[in-house]
T-cell receptor, first 111, second 113 residues
C-alpha cells in the first residue's frame, strides 16, 4: 500500500520568513495530494491540494509543488505569520482509496 | 464547521469494555472514514466505507469494527481486543473515495483505564 513520509517533524521560523515542508510517497499510482492544517484542539482542515496532472498550485501565501518522477511534493508558505503556527499534514491517495497521511510537521512562527 | 458530527467529545471506559463512537454527516457524502491520531504518529486509517453496506480495512483495523447501514452514519466500535485504545479518534467524509477533499468531524478523545 501507499506510504507517505513527511519532513521535518518540527519547524521553527521567524515571522516573515518562508517555511517549506516536504513529503515523499511510495505508490506511483497516487494522483491526489492534499495538505491539511490542524490548529491545537481543532479538526484538520484542507488548505491546498494538487492533482497529478499539475506541477504547481498557488493560493495567496501558500503553494504546493509536485514532482511525479521523484514522487515527492512540497508545501511552501511565504511571509509566515504567527497564525500559521499549527500542525501540517500531507497526504496521498489514488482512485477508490482513502487518504494516507504523513506524520505531520509542527510549525512554530515566532514574532 | 457543521455537516459532520462526532459524539461524545470525551469518553472514558474501563479496560475490557467495548465502546462505540458515533459519526454522523448530513453532507450527502458517499465515503466515510475513521482515523486514529496519536502524538507524533499523524492520522492513521482504521476503516473506510465507499458506499452503504460496504467497508474496507485500513492500516490499523485490528481491534476495531464498523458498520455502514445508513449513508449518513458510520459508527466505530473499539473492542476489548484493541491493545492500546486510548487515543483521539477522527471521523471524516468525502463526496467519493477518490481525489476529493475529506471533511473532518471534531473528534472524540477516548481514555481507557
Amino acid at each position: 500500500g501507499e506510504n507517505v513520509e513527511q519532513h521535518p517533524s518540527t519547524l521553527s521560523v521567524q515571522e516573515g520568513d518562508s517555511a517549506v515542508i516536504k513529503c515523499t510517497y511510495s505508490d506511483s499510482a497516487s494522483n491526489y495530494f492534499p495538505w491539511y492544517k490542524q490548529e491545537l484542539g481543532k479538526r484538520p482542515q484542507l488548505i491546498i491540494d494538487i492533482r497529478s496532472n499539475v506541477g504547481e498550485k498557488k493560493d495567496q501565501r501558500i503553494a504546493v509543488t509536485l514532482n511525479k518522477t521523484a514522487k515527492h511534493f512540497s508545501l511552501h508558505i511565504t511571509e509566515t505569520q504567527p497564525e500559521d503556527s499549527a500542525v501540517y499534514f500531507c497526504a496521498a491517495s489514488m482512485a477508490g482509496t482513502a487518504l494516507i497521511f504523513g506524520k505531520g510537521t509542527t510549525l512554530s512562527v515566532s514574532s | 464547521d457543521g455537516g459532520i458530527t462526532q459524539s461524545p467529545k470525551y469518553l472514558f471506559r474501563k479496560e475490557g469494555q467495548n465502546v462505540t463512537l458515533s459519526c454522523e454527516q448530513n453532507l450527502n457524502h458517499d465515503a466515510m472514514y475513521w482515523y486514529r491520531q496519536d502524538p507524533g504518529q499523524g492520522l492513521r486509517l482504521i476503516y473506510y466505507s465507499q458506499i452503504v453496506n460496504d467497508f474496507q480495512k485500513g492500516d490499523i483495523a485490528e481491534g476495531y469494527s464498523v458498520s455502514r447501514e445508513k449513508k449518513e452514519s458510520f459508527p466505530l466500535t473499539v473492542t476489548s481486543a484493541q491493545k492500546n485504545p486510548t487515543a483521539f479518534y477522527l471521523c471524516a467524509s468525502s463526496v467519493q473515495a477518490q481525489a476529493y477533499e475529506q471533511y473532518f468531524g471534531p473528534g472524540t478523545r477516548l481514555t481507557v483505564t
